[in-house]
């Protein structure tokens, strides 16, 4: 069963250009992001919390970029 947003995506080409401005505006930020913080993976991960990500967070620590919430996870899971 489709979800709701795939419905309206497929209904409306504002939603769909929407969607691909977001990801190529998101994509670009975390390019410009790993360049100024190195070793979190931002340019290939996105910010997703990919193994190698986590693996950032507990040597490096959060940046203000971080979202508290998560964080919050992370350091009561690695210590960060």
Known sequence: MPSRLWTATNKSLSIAAASII???TRDRL???LAAEH???GW???AGYGTPE???ALKQL???AWHRGYI???CTVIFGC
């Open 61 to 63: 620590g959060p940046t």
């Open 71 to 73: 964080c919050a996870g």
């Open 30 to 32: 975390m390019k410009k």
């Open 53 to 55: 990500h986590l693996k």
């Open 38 to 40: 190195p070793g979190y």
């Open 43 to 45: 340019e290939r991960n």
């Open 22 to 24: 977001a990801k190529v």
